[in-house]
């Protein structure tokens, strides 16, 4: 069963809190550019990857508390798309595309989409926060960890602030960049149902690692009609890359030895026999066909 | 008593978690610049008014969790200090210059500035989050609170929001502009110290209008050197301002009628006279000498 439409569902709550229409007709006026950037950055959903990880670690947990786990799904999400209205503005990627259509400071202006991000971010911990009335002990947690994958020192944060030293520690860049999100899919899908986070690092640095491999092959291999924004832009802003380094048999070998390991890692649960499964179909859904042609060419 | 010292030491404390000092050596490496970011945005600290007002109320009402007091107190000048190197950029005010010494983007470039801003307000939510293990349910309404005065539809954001419409509720703007992270700092008192945060709303909300009139009258009065940032800036983007509707005169008249109001709303609590007090000294503090010599002549 796809989980989309129930992150789909969470994402449009959270976005109406965002745009004060939760709240019902007569509050106080709302700028609505700024509400409108809200839904722009937030649809169509793409793929929803880090949520339906974390959904999938909460549903093999029992998701004893469905609100707390909708909750904590949205969050993520809206993280994730934070990060991608930043990375897109002029003083980082430029990118004039995202998913298909144009990028939200192309579509607004600058000061909106540094707003958007802004405004993402904050709602993410707000959306947690409000699951304190249902479980305050997981709502607090949910907001450490998004917190802690999020910022500084070794969040998505840390990870763009990298590019901009002039020597990158690679394991550390990596990590924080793209493994971070995916780490705080695992650990939150497991707060959310009331387990323990420690044991699901793994499961979720590995998922992360595997995206890494599979962004390279995606940014090294397909064309812009694919990716729905520009390619190449790891070769045109000198980012390191596993296919420049391992070559593209090399580097779909490597995602196939990590997501083997991703599996394995799966700590005893309820519902691990389905969550291995979603593990494989993520990682068909990430590999991208170009590269799979190329492997077997 | 003065409380900056607790404050600084509660956002020192703060920061060096942004930083990766916290949790000792031998830890992942951390990306310097932007480390070095967080430290240079948050110093030296002003007046630090926000967290000044939050630990009065938090002392009135007994501050029986001082820790949660102290981590409440950080947050939100991290997140007032994210909003100003935020509105620097280029895009928005394009500052040069801020508490007397060049802008985050002029010292450290533009995608340096843009995730000091991002880690800063992630950072905020962190040290909040971290007090669940003292007291969860304060954990998370203090997110709760915080996150609706920062972001969308009532927060800075959505203040900073307003400004790219064609036509702005004055109302809508002011409060959220300026008055939200006012109401913030007299909640979050109230909250940090276990009590409930809604009687606090109406002396935040005056001191914040207090704030925005004594704004404009420095904006419109006083010279770089007393700012420590470019003047003026109101008029040249054609922003309201309480000066040009009202004059000097009126503006001081208002300013004053608003701050006894203030004082009026103070809630019964053990620590009322002392916080009148404050209230006072804010006052004194806010309002630019300029305005009091024009007022006068």
């Not at 793929?47 to 029992?62: D, E, F, K, N, Q």
């Not at 969050?75 to 209205?85: D, R, T, Y």
């Not at 947690?141 to 998505?156: E, H, N």
């Not at 940014?219 to 790891?234: H, N, R």
């Amino acid at each position: 069963m796809s989980l989309k439409p129930r992150i789909d569902a969470a994402v449009s709550r959270a976005i109406a809190h965002g745009q004060g229409r939760a709240q019902g007709p007569g509050g106080e006026a709302v700028p609505q550019k700024l509400a409108s950037a809200l839904h722009y950055a937030t649809t169509p959903g793409g793929a929803r990857i880090r949520p339906t990880i974390l959904l999938s670690v909460a549903l093999a947990c029992g998701d004893d508390r469905p609100d707390v786990s909708d909750a904590a799904a949205a969050a993520l999400e809206l993280i994730h798309c934070a990060s991608l209205v930043h990375d897109d503005l002029p003083c980082f990627d430029d990118a004039a595309l995202r998913r298909g259509k144009p990028s939200v400071h192309r579509a607004y202006g600058e000061p909106l989409a540094v707003l958007t991000g802004d405004s993402l971010i904050i709602l993410a911990f707000e959306v947690l926060a409000r699951t304190g009335t249902v479980d305050a002990a997981r709502a607090a947690q949910l907001v450490l960890t998004l917190a802690q994958r999020t910022g500084m020192p070794g969040g998505i944060c840390a990870g763009q602030g990298w590019e901009s030293e002039d020597k990158i520690d690679l394991a550390a860049y990596h990590r924080s960049k793209t493994g971070a999100l995916f780490t705080a899919a695992t650990q939150m899908g497991a707060i959310a149902a009331g387990q323990e986070a420690e044991p699901w690092f793994e499961l979720g640095d590995r998922i992360g690692a595997a995206f890494q491999v599979a962004d390279d092959l995606r940014d090294a291999l397909c064309d812009v009609s694919e990716l729905g924004k520009p390619v190449g832009q790891d070769d045109l802003h000198g980012r390191p890359n596993a296919v420049a380094e391992l070559g593209v048999d090399g580097a779909m070998s490597r995602l196939k030895d990590i997501l083997g390991g991703a599996i394995a890692s799966i700590p005893s649960c309820p519902g691990e026999a389905a969550l291995a499964q979603m593990v494989t179909l993520t990682a068909q859904k990430i590999i991208p066909q170009a590269a799979v042609a190329a492997a077997r060419g």
